[in-house]
Protein backbone atom coordinates (compact mmCIF):
# COMPACT_ATOMS: atom_id res chain seq x y z
CA UNK A 1 0.00 0.00 0.00
CA UNK A 2 1.67 3.58 -0.93
CA UNK A 3 1.38 5.90 1.97
CA UNK A 4 -0.08 8.90 0.41
CA UNK A 5 1.68 12.03 2.01
CA UNK A 6 -1.98 13.41 3.27
CA UNK A 7 -1.47 16.76 5.20
CA UNK A 8 -2.35 15.86 8.68
CA UNK A 9 -4.57 18.83 8.63
CA UNK A 10 -6.65 19.32 5.70
CA UNK A 11 -5.44 22.11 3.70
CA UNK A 12 -8.37 23.83 4.53
CA UNK A 13 -6.91 23.82 8.05
CA UNK A 14 -3.56 24.70 7.07
CA UNK A 15 -4.48 28.43 6.33
CA UNK A 16 -3.52 30.88 8.26
CA UNK A 17 -4.71 33.92 7.20
CA UNK A 18 -8.40 34.77 6.95
CA UNK A 19 -8.48 36.44 3.46
CA UNK A 20 -10.66 39.29 2.98
CA UNK A 21 -13.12 37.14 0.81
CA UNK A 22 -14.18 34.49 3.25
CA UNK A 23 -17.63 35.02 4.43
CA UNK A 24 -18.93 34.30 8.18
CA UNK A 25 -20.68 30.84 8.92
CA UNK A 26 -24.16 30.81 9.38
CA UNK A 27 -26.16 28.67 11.53
CA UNK A 28 -29.52 29.17 10.05
CA UNK A 29 -28.11 27.62 6.54
CA UNK A 30 -26.36 25.22 8.52
CA UNK A 31 -29.18 23.95 9.66
CA UNK A 32 -30.56 23.42 6.12
CA UNK A 33 -27.25 21.75 5.35
CA UNK A 34 -27.17 19.50 8.47
CA UNK A 35 -31.29 18.31 7.56
CA UNK A 36 -30.10 17.71 4.08
CA UNK A 37 -26.64 15.65 5.07
CA UNK A 38 -26.92 14.64 8.35
CA UNK A 39 -30.21 13.92 9.88
CA UNK A 40 -31.19 10.56 7.97
CA UNK A 41 -28.26 9.24 10.61
CA UNK A 42 -28.05 11.64 13.68
CA UNK A 43 -31.48 12.42 14.23
CA UNK A 44 -33.68 16.01 13.53
CA UNK A 45 -32.53 17.35 16.80
CA UNK A 46 -29.16 15.63 16.31
CA UNK A 47 -29.20 13.20 19.23
CA UNK A 48 -28.28 10.33 17.02
CA UNK A 49 -31.76 8.72 16.24
CA UNK A 50 -32.17 9.35 12.75
CA UNK A 51 -34.04 6.68 10.91
CA UNK A 52 -30.95 5.11 8.99
CA UNK A 53 -29.04 4.58 12.69
CA UNK A 54 -31.17 1.67 12.99
CA UNK A 55 -28.91 0.15 9.70
CA UNK A 56 -25.75 1.12 10.52
CA UNK A 57 -23.52 -1.48 12.92
CA UNK A 58 -22.09 1.73 14.58
CA UNK A 59 -24.75 4.30 16.42
CA UNK A 60 -24.19 8.05 14.73
CA UNK A 61 -22.84 10.02 18.01
CA UNK A 62 -25.49 12.09 19.33
CA UNK A 63 -24.62 15.72 18.07
CA UNK A 64 -25.91 17.80 21.15
CA UNK A 65 -23.33 16.31 23.27
CA UNK A 66 -19.78 17.48 21.70
CA UNK A 67 -19.24 20.21 23.97
CA UNK A 68 -20.33 18.17 27.52
CA UNK A 69 -17.68 15.68 26.14
CA UNK A 70 -15.11 17.67 25.55
CA UNK A 71 -14.80 19.93 29.07
CA UNK A 72 -17.26 22.15 27.78
CA UNK A 73 -15.54 23.03 24.79
CA UNK A 74 -17.61 23.07 21.71
CA UNK A 75 -14.62 20.84 19.30
CA UNK A 76 -14.70 23.14 16.27
CA UNK A 77 -11.34 21.68 14.23
CA UNK A 78 -12.45 17.70 15.74
CA UNK A 79 -16.35 18.59 14.16
CA UNK A 80 -14.60 20.08 10.96
CA UNK A 81 -12.51 16.95 9.98
CA UNK A 82 -15.16 14.44 11.03
CA UNK A 83 -17.25 16.06 8.42
CA UNK A 84 -14.90 16.76 5.74
CA UNK A 85 -13.57 12.96 5.91
CA UNK A 86 -10.46 13.67 5.38
CA UNK A 87 -8.58 12.55 8.67
CA UNK A 88 -6.79 9.45 7.38
CA UNK A 89 -8.48 7.58 10.66
CA UNK A 90 -11.70 8.77 10.12
CA UNK A 91 -11.95 8.17 6.48
CA UNK A 92 -9.84 4.67 6.34
CA UNK A 93 -12.21 3.37 9.72
CA UNK A 94 -14.71 5.50 9.78
CA UNK A 95 -18.54 5.16 9.14
CA UNK A 96 -19.81 8.18 7.89
CA UNK A 97 -20.02 9.22 4.61
CA UNK A 98 -17.45 11.66 3.05
CA UNK A 99 -18.99 14.85 2.34
CA UNK A 100 -15.67 15.98 -0.47
CA UNK A 101 -18.44 17.71 -2.52
CA UNK A 102 -18.88 20.09 -0.26
CA UNK A 103 -15.53 21.19 -0.74
CA UNK A 104 -16.85 22.87 -3.92
CA UNK A 105 -18.45 26.18 -2.39
CA UNK A 106 -16.30 29.16 -1.82
CA UNK A 107 -14.34 29.68 1.90
CA UNK A 108 -15.97 30.51 4.81
CA UNK A 109 -13.70 31.42 8.03
CA UNK A 110 -14.71 30.14 11.71
CA UNK A 111 -13.28 30.26 14.77
CA UNK A 112 -11.49 26.93 16.24
CA UNK A 113 -12.18 26.63 20.20
CA UNK A 114 -8.56 28.11 20.55
CA UNK A 115 -10.24 31.10 18.88
CA UNK A 116 -7.61 31.11 15.69
CA UNK A 117 -9.58 31.15 12.53
CA UNK A 118 -9.99 28.14 10.38
CA UNK A 119 -10.83 28.22 6.77
CA UNK A 120 -13.45 25.88 5.78
CA UNK A 121 -15.78 25.55 2.62
CA UNK A 122 -18.81 27.25 3.60
CA UNK A 123 -21.55 24.27 4.11
CA UNK A 124 -18.85 23.21 6.35
CA UNK A 125 -18.39 26.04 8.48
CA UNK A 126 -21.90 26.43 8.45
CA UNK A 127 -23.58 23.29 9.67
CA UNK A 128 -20.62 23.19 12.43
CA UNK A 129 -21.90 26.99 13.47
CA UNK A 130 -25.66 25.17 13.61
CA UNK A 131 -24.31 22.39 15.50
CA UNK A 132 -22.20 24.79 18.28
CA UNK A 133 -26.02 26.23 18.57
CA UNK A 134 -27.82 22.63 19.77
CA UNK A 135 -24.71 21.97 22.41
CA UNK A 136 -26.52 20.81 25.85
C1 LIG B 1 -24.66 7.35 7.06
C2 LIG B 1 -24.91 7.89 8.37
C3 LIG B 1 -24.29 9.23 8.72
C4 LIG B 1 -24.44 10.44 8.09
C5 LIG B 1 -25.25 10.74 6.85
C6 LIG B 1 -23.70 11.40 8.87
N1 LIG B 1 -23.10 10.79 9.93
FE1 LIG B 1 -21.98 11.68 11.37
N2 LIG B 1 -21.59 9.90 12.22
C7 LIG B 1 -22.17 8.70 11.83
C8 LIG B 1 -21.70 7.64 12.71
C9 LIG B 1 -22.11 6.18 12.60
C10 LIG B 1 -20.83 8.26 13.64
C11 LIG B 1 -20.09 7.59 14.80
C12 LIG B 1 -19.06 6.65 14.32
C13 LIG B 1 -17.88 7.28 13.69
O1 LIG B 1 -17.33 8.22 14.27
O2 LIG B 1 -17.48 6.83 12.59
C14 LIG B 1 -20.78 9.67 13.30
C15 LIG B 1 -20.02 10.60 13.96
C16 LIG B 1 -20.07 11.98 13.75
C17 LIG B 1 -19.32 12.97 14.48
C18 LIG B 1 -18.29 12.68 15.57
C19 LIG B 1 -18.92 12.80 16.90
C20 LIG B 1 -17.89 12.69 18.00
O3 LIG B 1 -18.27 12.21 19.07
O4 LIG B 1 -16.75 13.08 17.78
C21 LIG B 1 -19.68 14.18 14.01
C22 LIG B 1 -19.20 15.54 14.47
C23 LIG B 1 -20.65 13.96 12.95
N3 LIG B 1 -20.85 12.60 12.82
C24 LIG B 1 -21.25 14.95 12.22
C25 LIG B 1 -22.00 14.71 11.07
C26 LIG B 1 -22.48 15.76 10.20
C27 LIG B 1 -22.32 17.24 10.47
C28 LIG B 1 -23.10 15.15 9.16
C29 LIG B 1 -23.68 15.80 7.93
C30 LIG B 1 -22.79 16.66 7.17
C31 LIG B 1 -23.04 13.72 9.39
N4 LIG B 1 -22.37 13.50 10.55
C32 LIG B 1 -23.62 12.75 8.57
C33 LIG B 1 -23.04 8.50 10.79
C34 LIG B 1 -23.44 9.47 9.87
Redesign the pocket.
Known amino acids: MTTSIRPFLIGALAATAVPAMALEPDPIAGRG??ET??A???GDEARGDGP?AAL?T????D?TQ?TA?NDGVFPVI??IR??DGRDPM?AHG????I?GQMFDFPDAAIASEAGQPIITAQPIAD?TAW?ETVQE
Open positions: VYLCSCHLLVMPALLQQVQILGVMPFVL
